[in-house]
């Protein structure tokens, strides 16, 4: 049996697409604990295929699914939210209030999005985390465990923010971020002619990469834009701002982090571009191979 069918109330959106309110067919418990009795109108979906009649998902309120999207599992979609183009929200999955998914992003496990934050591109929300407040996520950035996204800020490009990780504020992780900690970001407000936002923070290649205007540096990079900068205030508060971060973000390598040697099960090493084989194996006349991605 059909969980829910479209009714005739329609709504058009911005995109010229035509979606119908949905009624439920049968009753049901969300794993949220609120109750859908048959009957009951949801939200807006533009087919039938973008929610789920298996499980118990659900669209609420003024909530709108369209284009490719796909709501099922146990998932909620709440609120104001939409959700569209080749996006998905699974699991146990809830998005609710102003928050919008789309692209080919995915937002699942018991991950929540909500307020008016934003998940869109390859990007990917799951676990237990959180992105709220007018937070985005996007790129092929994955944002999982308990971490939480929240204020204006962003996580994008191919950023990962996992573990107890907090990013919030005018903070920004991007590039090959690897933050899973509250010591792997440092992020200031104001900094600059412009009072921007600069953020430090670690790298899958142990390394720490500054995001300040639109662009990602290195520490010695930044340090050569600050020389260019004419006022003497401005340069020693940022100058400031950098000592403290570096003192303040943790390098130490992890168990995540030490992969083996694919030659000797030995441990590798790090440089500039990747994780690479060992030294010995490096060494060896036959596999002069260093810098080589494994």
């Given at each position: 049996?059909?969980?829910?069918?479209?009714?005739?109330?329609?709504?058009?959106?911005?995109?010229?697409?035509t979606?119908?309110r949905i009624?439920?067919?049968?009753?049901?418990?969300?794993?949220?604990?609120?109750?859908?009795?048959?009957?009951?109108?949801?939200?807006?979906?533009?087919?039938?295929?973008?929610l789920?009649?298996?499980g118990?998902?659900?669209?609420?309120?003024?909530?709108?699914?369209?284009?490719?999207?796909?709501?099922?599992g146990?998932?909620?979609?709440?609120?104001?939210?939409e959700?569209?183009?080749?996006?998905?929200?699974?699991?146990?999955?809830?998005?609710?209030?102003?928050?919008?998914?789309?692209?080919?992003?995915?937002?699942?496990?018991?991950?929540?999005v909500?307020g008016?934050?934003?998940?869109?591109?390859?990007?990917?929300?799951?676990?237990?985390?959180e992105?709220?407040?007018?937070a985005?996520?996007?790129?092929?950035?994955?944002?999982?465990?308990?971490?939480?996204?929240?204020?204006?800020?962003?996580?994008?490009?191919?950023a990962?923010?996992?573990?107890?990780?907090?990013v919030?504020?005018?903070?920004?992780?991007?590039?090959?971020?690897?933050?899973f900690?509250?010591?792997?970001?440092?992020?200031?407000?104001?900094?600059?002619?412009?009072?921007?936002?600069?953020t430090?923070?670690?790298?899958?290649?142990?390394?720490?990469?500054?995001?300040?205007?639109y662009?990602?540096?290195?520490?010695?990079?930044?340090?050569?834009?600050?020389?260019?900068?004419?006022?003497?205030?401005?340069?020693?508060?940022a100058?400031?701002?950098?000592?403290?971060?570096?003192?303040?973000?943790d390098?130490?390598?992890?168990?995540?982090?030490?992969?083996?040697?694919?030659?000797?099960?030995?441990?590798?090493?790090?440089?500039?571009?990747?994780?690479?084989?060992?030294?010995?194996?490096?060494?060896?006349?036959?596999?002069?191979?260093?810098?080589?991605?494994?």
């Amino acid at each position: 049996m059909k969980k829910f069918e479209l009714t005739t109330e329609q709504k058009i959106n911005w995109f010229g697409r035509t979606l119908y309110r949905i009624k439920a067919c049968i009753s049901f418990t969300t794993t949220s604990g609120d109750e859908v009795k048959a009957g009951d109108l949801g939200g807006f979906v533009e087919k039938e295929s973008n929610l789920s009649h298996d499980g118990k998902a659900w669209v609420w309120g003024n909530a709108k699914v369209w284009g490719n999207a796909k709501v099922w599992g146990n998932a909620e979609v709440c609120g104001d939210a939409e959700v569209w183009g080749n996006a998905k929200v699974c699991g146990d999955a809830e998005v609710w209030g102003n928050a919008k998914v789309c692209g080919d992003a995915e937002v699942y496990g018991d991950a929540k999005v909500c307020g008016d934050a934003e998940v869109y591109g390859d990007a990917k929300v799951c676990g237990d985390a959180e992105v709220y407040g007018d937070a985005k996520v996007w790129g092929n950035a994955k944002v999982w465990g308990n971490a939480e996204v929240w204020g204006n800020a962003k996580v994008c490009g191919d950023a990962e923010v996992y573990g107890d990780a907090k990013v919030w504020g005018n903070a920004k992780v991007c590039g090959d971020a690897s933050v899973f900690s509250t010591e792997h970001i440092f992020c200031a407000t104001p900094i600059g002619e412009y009072a921007n936002s600069l953020t430090l923070f670690r790298t899958k290649h142990l390394e720490i990469k500054i995001s300040f205007e639109y662009e990602l540096y290195s520490v010695e990079e930044f340090k050569k834009v600050i020389d260019e900068w004419d006022d003497t205030k401005n340069r020693e508060v940022a100058l400031a701002v950098l000592e403290i971060g570096q003192k303040h973000i943790d390098l130490t390598p992890t168990s995540d982090d030490l992969k083996p040697c694919p030659f000797c099960g030995g441990e590798a090493e790090y440089n500039d571009s990747d994780i690479v084989v060992c030294n010995n194996c490096c060494a060896s006349a036959d596999k002069k191979i260093w810098n080589k991605r494994v």
